[in-house]
């Protein structure tokens, strides 16, 4: 790449309109940083380096280099002074964008920190936009007396932020899309209310029974009654929660979005769990990995339909509900009235 394309590139990123600016995004958790290992992440146009010391803080920068714009998520910490250093000349930068220079930190920071907010282990950002609503309170109400069991799905897909979104709150799709392993047959809900960024509702799913191949293939569906009663709660625009009992305790899933470019979107699954009894506990973590890779499986089911969509005409058909769906794309497209 020579450097007219790489100005003109930069000059792409710096002229981006920023998705939905002001809301508050969750970017990771913070068991999917390694401790004093830099992390990239891409948000809004933007590339930030984040890294998380021995003492379990978080930082996080611009990842271009003031220098000669090397990406400093492929440097490393500098522990005994907690700066990351760049690849290219070794120049460290403290979390709060200063250098490091002549064994002492310089005066004014020279690259830009990233705001973060991090609660719970959750690591919340505004991309240094003035916030227009609160970061919700979602996923600890909702986990007070779960176990945190893992992370699921964590990709990039290559697709527009709004229809990531909408496959978030269309459940109807689950039938067809995620019909192998789950086997659904029936869905219907109730207690369907709008609260202004909150939507709840009432969930219930009948499935076709597994085979024993099945099972053994994968256990988890051994814990699947024939009747799933789910319990969903959305928070506009990034977190969508589903609580569903099973024959040995409940799972609270969260699948979170966050807008990488016009063409990117970023996702992952938290997994939390409320087992009955000790030995559900016991079998809640003897079957952790399955449960890992079968949400693996599901944002991967996913990502192909929206990889795969056409361009988006207006719809011959409509299904039951599907107003849930539609209301999120109300609040998308009139955020910028949202004072």
Known sequence: MNSSTINQNLAETSNSVAILPGAPWLIAHKSMLKVNQPYKITFNHQDYVIWKNNDGEVFALNNICPHMQAPLSDGWICTERNTIACPFHALEFNGEGKLYQEDKLQGK???QPLDLIVEDDLIWIYGNHQPRIPVPNLIPRITEGYQFLGIAGEQSI???????????????????????????????????QENGFYLTLEQEVMRVNNSWQEIIKNPVLFTAPKTLHNHFEYSFPSTSSLITQTDFGEVAQFFILYPETDQSTKTFVLLYIKPKNKFSHFLFLLLKSYWLKSFDLII???????????????????????EIMFYAEKLYRKWNSIK
């Open 109 to 111: 920071p020279i690259t």
């Open 158 to 192: 290559p697709a527009l932020f709004l229809k990531c979104l909408k496959i978030n709150y269309d459940f109807n799709h689950a039938i067809a899309t995620h019909r192998e392993p789950l086997k659904l047959d029936q869905i219907q809900v109730y207690n369907y």
């Open 300 to 322: 991967e089911q996913d990502a192909h339909a929206l990889e795969t969509l056409y361009s988006e005409q207006k719809p011959k058909i409509r299904l039951p509900r599907e």
